[in-house]
């Protein structure tokens, strides 16, 4: 009977339906996810640009919210973690992201990105310094198994950073010497041995090219471009670019030590006596002050500091 016409008809139409129902939906599933894929990428673009738009990533974490899932899902807590970076909002991005890169079920890439978010968080400043070594050494941890993974520069750098914040000399001359493996001539190996050959002497000009390199240059590195500057004599372009560098990261040792230089250099330019050498002193002694309540018990460097400090 149900090959008569008049039975197999309204069967046939209700299994072409059926199927007709599966193929828009399983279309419709894949332009889903095609979009969220884009949006993603989307993200990652506007987010490592030199100078992100805030009106474009207004947009983008608008978008993010629109998804049911955007306070679970692992690729969209990572967008919304490196729109919150870009926002210089480190701690928002913490809070996004942080507790999926500490899951064992975390991929390298997803701690890549925690190693770049606890050191964000590090540089803006963390006033218990046991705290401020226990994120270092967790992002350090982060960024050498993203490497093992990726082979990327880039994760090796983010190690290097966190072990040079460490002063740990070891993993430091370790991780310089592997960077140099990977790739010599990559920014993130020549930032490492720049680091390693500094000198006050160096041109200028080859650490400008060297930041040039980076789309955001890590605070090492601009700490190092404002001692040159120092060092040429452009004291006040040294100031501003002091300056603007302790907004970024207040909590890189290197860049505090650097400002203290540049202070000191400006209060010994003007007249014993002064308010505007006083006034200099005093931003020159906030540097010194942190660098002694947190640098490492044994850092050479401390008597130096505490000659400095005494100095009217």
Request: some cysteine; charged content about 20%.
């Given at each position: 009977?149900?090959?008569?016409?008049?039975?197999?008809?309204?069967?046939?139409?209700?299994?072409?339906?059926?199927?007709?129902?599966?193929?828009?939906?399983?279309?419709?599933?894949?332009?889903?996810?095609?979009?969220?894929?884009?949006?993603?990428?989307?993200?990652?673009?506007?987010?490592?640009?030199?100078?992100?738009?805030?009106?474009?990533?207004?947009?983008?974490?608008?978008?993010?919210?629109?998804?049911?899932?955007?306070?679970?899902?692992?690729?969209?807590?990572?967008?919304?973690?490196?729109?919150?970076?870009?926002?210089?909002?480190?701690?928002?991005?913490?809070?996004?992201?942080?507790?999926?890169?500490?899951?064992?079920?975390?991929?390298?890439?997803?701690?890549?990105?925690?190693?770049?978010?606890?050191?964000?968080?590090?540089?803006?400043?963390?006033?218990?310094?046991?705290?401020?070594?226990?994120?270092?050494?967790?992002?350090?941890?982060?960024?050498?198994?993203?490497?093992?993974?990726?082979?990327?520069?880039?994760?090796?750098?983010?190690?290097?950073?966190?072990?040079?914040?460490?002063?740990?000399?070891?993993?430091?001359?370790?991780?310089?010497?592997?960077?140099?493996?990977?790739?010599?001539?990559s920014p993130a190996a020549r930032l490492a041995q720049l680091a390693a050959q500094f000198d006050p002497s160096l041109p200028l000009a080859r650490v400008d090219a060297l930041r040039s390199a980076f789309a955001s240059p890590p605070p090492e590195l601009a700490a190092m471009h404002v001692l040159l500057l120092l060092?040429?004599?452009?004291?006040?372009?040294?100031?501003?670019?002091?300056?603007?560098?302790?907004?970024?990261?207040?909590?890189?040792?290197?860049?505090?030590?650097?400002?203290?230089?540049?202070?000191?250099?400006?209060?010994?330019?003007?007249?014993?006596?002064?308010?505007?050498?006083?006034?200099?002193?005093?931003?020159?002694?906030?540097?010194?002050?942190?660098?002694?309540?947190?640098?490492?018990?044994?850092?050479?460097?401390?008597?130096?500091?505490?000659?400095?400090?005494?100095?009217?």
């Amino acid at each position: 009977m149900l090959l008569r016409p008049i039975v197999f008809g309204p069967i046939l139409l209700v299994l072409l339906a059926f199927a007709a129902m599966v193929w828009r939906w399983q279309q419709d599933r894949s332009a889903a996810a095609a979009a969220r894929e884009q949006l993603v990428s989307q993200v990652l673009s506007a987010t490592t640009r030199a100078e992100p738009d805030p009106q474009e990533l207004s947009h983008l974490a608008t978008l993010l919210s629109k998804y049911p899932d955007h306070e679970s899902a692992p690729d969209l807590l990572a967008a919304g973690a490196r729109i919150e970076l870009a926002r210089n909002r480190p701690e928002r991005a913490r809070a996004l992201f942080g507790a999926r890169a500490a899951n064992p079920a975390s991929t390298p890439a997803e701690q890549g990105l925690g190693a770049e978010i606890l050191l964000r968080v590090q540089a803006a400043g963390v006033s218990d310094a046991s705290a401020a070594t226990g994120m270092l050494r967790q992002a350090q941890g982060y960024a050498e198994r993203a490497f093992e993974a990726s082979g990327d520069p880039d994760d090796l750098l983010r190690a290097w950073q966190a072990a040079s914040r460490l002063q740990d000399r070891a993993a430091v001359a370790r991780l310089t010497q592997r960077l140099e493996e990977v790739g010599a001539e990559s920014p993130a190996a020549r930032l490492a041995q720049l680091a390693a050959q500094f000198d006050p002497s160096l041109p200028l000009a080859r650490v400008d090219a060297l930041r040039s390199a980076f789309a955001s240059p890590p605070p090492e590195l601009a700490a190092m471009h404002v001692l040159l500057l120092l060092q040429s004599g452009d004291v006040r372009g040294a100031s501003l670019a002091a300056e603007a560098l302790l907004l970024r990261a207040p909590g890189v040792l290197a860049v505090r030590w650097a400002a203290a230089l540049v202070f000191h250099a400006c209060a010994l330019g003007q007249p014993e006596g002064s308010g505007e050498r006083a006034r200099w002193v005093d931003r020159r002694n906030s540097q010194l002050d942190w660098l002694l309540q947190y640098a490492p018990a044994d850092d050479s460097r401390r008597p130096q500091w505490d000659t400095m400090r005494s100095s009217r």
